[in-house]
């Protein structure tokens, strides 16, 4: 089953550092003098990462419920990203320790991408890692740590961050190059936190020699990243996801099944104006974007339902076996019925067969008694036409002697007279 859902963004605003004052107010919408920006929730100055977190927690509900997660700050160098990401107390250090307050096993994977070349924060040998694409994205050999505590998972953090390329610009002297992922697997859902290096513009970092080169490469990815999201948002068919590393790997994240927060950091200094509204623009695209959330299921439950769907084909089939079974008694019943009309019909056939018989006897013996009769009375007829034959043919010779004898007498007296 799926939902649909938008990309979360929140936008914090960083603690004025130098006396200059602010721009931007901490409320849910954030206007200057032309623009006004929405999001789902604004975090001002005065805002600690305990309130950020807030934002975070559903996502984490729907992970601890199997569903993928992304969580990822993005903005200039120095808006406080890295603070409110991985600093001790952040967004990292929160959502882990909300994620062991029941016990459970994860796999850690914390890796950087720096002048596109995925590097091994837990092995520094590995320093050009390839992306493997199937279903998800997945990076070859990259090292996986399995942690079952908060202490361990913060030993694990400790050793990525200090092994990540970090570097001096005009807006931070501790800037980050590179993109932080740090990619937390439990059962088949993986939870993203990416803490983006800056989004700034190179003429304001003053950038020179091997750090313009960093920063091209680092405003090149991010500038795919903006192509990818914009694509997006505006529904376009074809979305850049393969034109750098940072997008293939958060394809799941962008428009695919996983939920996903961005978290827009920004500086309340005039001086930063341009980046800050530059950043809000970018939340405001990745909050038109529409992920559709699919539950990860583990293997176990994959069996469960397996055994499910098993039981329930096997009671289907019990079903329709006792319906067959009802039916062929139905059927059987039926039969009977026929067979005892057929019964009763082949009875009173056989009783009209034997009175037919009985009277086509009656009706023989009869003709024959008949026949009989007729005979002896035919020959009884026979008989006495022969009687009267023979006594006509008696009377007629008397008649002639009597004729002859009368004529002769006649004769007599005519000659005597």
């Given at each position: 089953?799926?939902?649909?859902a938008?990309?979360?963004?929140?936008?914090?605003?960083?603690?004025?550092?130098?006396?200059?004052?602010?721009?931007?107010f901490?409320?849910?919408?954030?206007?200057?003098?032309r623009?006004?920006?929405?999001?789902?929730?604004?975090?001002?100055p005065a805002?600690?990462?305990?309130?950020?977190?807030?934002?975070v927690?559903?996502?984490?509900e729907q992970?601890?419920?199997?569903?993928?997660a992304?969580?990822?700050?993005?903005?200039?160098?120095?808006?406080?990203?890295?603070?409110?990401m991985?600093?001790?107390?952040?967004i990292?250090?929160?959502?882990?320790?909300?994620?062991?307050?029941?016990?459970?096993?994860l796999?850690?994977q914390?890796?950087?991408i720096?002048?596109?070349?995925?590097?091994d924060?837990?092995?520094?040998?590995?320093?050009?890692?390839?992306?493997?694409?199937?279903?998800?994205?997945?990076?070859?050999?990259?090292?996986?740590?399995?942690?079952?505590?908060h202490?361990?998972?913060?030993a694990?953090?400790?050793?990525?961050?200090k092994?990540?390329a970090?570097?001096?610009?005009?807006l931070n002297?501790?800037s980050?190059?590179?993109?932080l992922?740090i990619?937390?697997?439990?059962n088949?859902?993986?939870?993203?936190?990416?803490?983006?290096?800056?989004?700034?513009?190179?003429s304001?970092?003053?950038?020179?020699?091997?750090?313009?080169?960093?920063?091209n490469?680092i405003?090149?990815?991010?500038?795919?990243?903006?192509?990818?999201?914009s694509?997006?948002?505006?529904?376009?068919?074809?979305?850049?996801?393969r034109?750098?590393?940072?997008?293939r790997?958060?394809?799941?994240?962008?428009g695919?099944?996983?939920?996903s927060?961005v978290?827009?950091?920004?500086?309340?200094l005039k001086e930063?104006?341009?980046?800050?509204?530059q950043?809000?623009r970018?939340a405001?695209?990745?909050?038109?974007?529409?992920?559709?959330?699919?539950?990860?299921?583990?293997?176990?439950?994959?069996?469960?339902?397996?055994?499910?769907?098993l039981?329930?084909?096997?009671n289907?089939?019990?079903?329709?076996?006792?319906?067959?079974?009802e039916?062929?008694?139905?059927?059987?019943?039926?039969?009977?019925?026929?067979?005892?009309?057929?019964e009763?019909?082949?009875?009173?056939?056989?009783?009209?067969?034997?009175?037919?018989?009985?009277?086509?006897?009656?009706?023989?013996?009869?003709?024959?008694?008949?026949?009989?009769?007729l005979k002896?009375?035919?020959?009884l007829i026979?008989?006495q036409q022969?009687r009267?034959?023979?006594?006509?043919?008696?009377?007629s010779?008397?008649?002639?002697?009597?004729?002859?004898s009368?004529?002769a007498?006649?004769?007599e007296?005519?000659?005597?007279?």
């Amino acid at each position: 089953m799926s939902t649909q859902a938008k990309i979360s963004t929140v936008v914090r605003i960083r603690n004025q550092l130098e006396p200059e004052l602010p721009f931007i107010f901490s409320e849910q919408e954030i206007e200057s003098q032309r623009l006004t920006f929405a999001f789902d929730h604004v975090y001002g100055p005065a805002s600690q990462s305990t309130d950020v977190f807030q934002s975070v927690i559903p996502l984490l509900e729907q992970f601890n419920a199997g569903f993928s997660a992304t969580i990822c700050a993005y903005g200039q160098s120095g808006s406080g990203k890295s603070f409110t990401m991985i600093e001790s107390g952040g967004i990292v250090f929160q959502t882990v320790q909300y994620l062991f307050q029941t016990p459970k096993e994860l796999q850690i994977q914390c890796v950087e991408i720096y002048n596109e070349q995925i590097r091994d924060l837990l092995d520094v040998s590995k320093t050009d890692l390839r992306l493997l694409e199937t279903k998800t994205c997945v990076i070859e050999n990259a090292t996986n740590a399995v942690v079952t505590s908060h202490s361990e998972f913060n030993a694990v953090l400790s050793t990525s961050i200090k092994n990540r390329a970090v570097g001096c610009t005009n807006l931070n002297l501790q800037s980050s190059r590179s993109h932080l992922l740090i990619i937390i697997t439990m059962n088949k859902q993986q939870l993203t936190l990416v803490d983006l290096a800056g989004s700034e513009r190179v003429s304001k970092t003053q950038a020179q020699n091997n750090t313009l080169v960093q920063a091209n490469s680092i405003n090149s990815s991010l500038l795919v990243l903006g192509r990818v999201i914009s694509a997006l948002a505006h529904k376009e068919p074809f979305v850049p996801f393969r034109d750098s590393k940072l997008t293939r790997i958060l394809r799941n994240s962008l428009g695919g099944s996983a939920s996903s927060l961005v978290i827009t950091c920004v500086s309340s200094l005039k001086e930063h104006i341009d980046e800050s509204i530059q950043s809000m623009r970018f939340a405001i695209r990745c909050g038109m974007v529409v992920n559709v959330l699919k539950r990860q299921i583990t293997k176990s439950e994959k069996e469960d339902e397996n055994v499910t769907v098993l039981k329930e084909e096997n009671n289907s089939l019990k079903d329709a076996n006792t319906q067959m079974k009802e039916e062929l008694a139905l059927k059987d019943a039926e039969i009977r019925d026929l067979r005892d009309i057929n019964e009763a019909q082949d009875e009173k056939y056989q009783k009209l067969k034997h009175t037919y018989m009985q009277l086509t006897k009656e009706i023989l013996h009869k003709n024959k008694e008949r026949d009989a009769e007729l005979k002896q009375a035919y020959q009884l007829i026979a008989a006495q036409q022969t009687r009267y034959d023979e006594e006509m043919k008696s009377i007629s010779k008397n008649l002639l002697k009597l004729t002859q004898s009368g004529f002769a007498t006649e004769l007599e007296q005519d000659s005597d007279e």
